[in-house]
T-cell receptor, first 112, second 116 residues
C-alpha cells in the first residue's frame, strides 16, 4: 500500500543554518506530494506541493522537488529562522481517492 | 481563500457527556470533509470522510456510534463525541476539499478536547 516515511526528529538547528528534512514515499500510480507545517497548538497549513515528477514546490523560502527516480520529496530551506520552529508533515495523495497518507511528522527547533 | 474554521478551539467536558465540534469552510463549498485525530507528538489519524448529504465513511477501528459525523451543508460538517471518556481526549482536526480541486486539503485550526 501507499506510505510516506519521514526522518525522525527532532531536528535542532541554529538560526540561518541549512535545513533538510527527508521524505520518501511508496505509491502506486503518480501521486501528488505535499508538505504541511503545524505550528504549536494549531492545525496544518499547506506549505508547498508538487503534482508530477520533477516539479519543484516552493513557498516562504522552502523548496521540495518531486523525484520519481528516488521516490523522494525532501524539504529544504537555505537559512532557517526561529519562526520556522514547527512540525513538518510530508503527505501524498493519489488520484481516484481523496485520502491523504501522512508521514509521522518531523519536529524542527531553531535556536537563536 | 480556502479558509476552514473549527469551533470550539478548546473544550473541557465531564466524562459521560457529549461534545459537538463544528467545521466550516468559510469561502468555498466543500463537498468532502475529513476528520482527523492527532495524539501528542504523533501524526494525524484519519477517522472518517464526510460527504455532503450522505453518510460518513469511517476508517477501520473508528466507532461510528461514538463519533457521529453530520455533513448537512456544503460548508458545515460536525463531529459529535458521544459519552466522552478521558481516552477520547485529543486534538481533532478537520479538513476540506474544494469542489473544483480534489488534490489539496485545507485544514482547520483544530479543537483540543479534554475529558475529565
Amino acid at each position: 500500500g501507499n506510505s510516506v516515511t519521514q526522518m525522525e526528529g527532532p531536528v535542532t538547528l541554529s538560526e540561518e543554518a541549512f535545513l533538510t528534512i527527508n521524505c520518501t514515499y511508496t505509491a502506486t500510480g503518480y501521486p501528488s506530494l505535499f508538505w504541511y507545517v503545524q505550528y504549536p497548538g494549531e492545525g496544518l497549513q499547506l506549505l508547498l506541493k508538487a503534482t508530477k515528477a520533477d516539479d519543484k514546490g516552493s513557498n516562504k523560502g522552502f523548496e521540495a522537488t518531486y523525484r520519481k527516480e528516488t521516490t523522494s520529496f525532501h524539504l529544504e530551506k537555505g537559512s532557517v529562522q526561529v519562526s520556522d520552529s514547527a512540525v513538518y508533515f510530508c503527505a501524498l495523495h493519489t488520484s481516484g481517492t481523496y485520502k491523504y497518507i501522512f508521514g509521522t511528522g518531523t519536529r524542527l527547533k531553531v535556536l537563536a | 481563500g480556502a479558509v476552514v474554521s473549527q469551533h470550539p478551539s478548546r473544550v473541557i467536558c465531564k466524562s459521560g457527556t457529549s461534545v459537538k465540534i463544528e467545521c466550516r469552510s468559510l469561502d468555498f463549498q466543500a463537498t468532502t470533509m475529513f476528520w482527523y485525530r492527532q495524539f501528542p507528538k504523533k501524526s494525524l489519524m484519519l477517522m472518517a470522510t464526510s460527504n455532503e448529504g450522505s453518510k460518513a465513511t469511517y476508517e477501520q477501528g473508528v466507532e461510528k456510534d461514538k463519533f457521529l459525523i453530520n455533513h448537512a451543508s456544503l460548508t458545515l460538517s460536525t463531529l459529535t463525541v458521544t459519552s466522552a471518556h478521558p481516552e477520547d481526549s485529543s486534538f481533532y482536526i478537520c479538513s476540506a476539499l474544494t469542489s473544483g480541486r480534489t488534490d489539496t486539503q485545507y485544514f482547520g485550526p483544530g479543537t483540543r478536547l479534554t475529558v475529565l
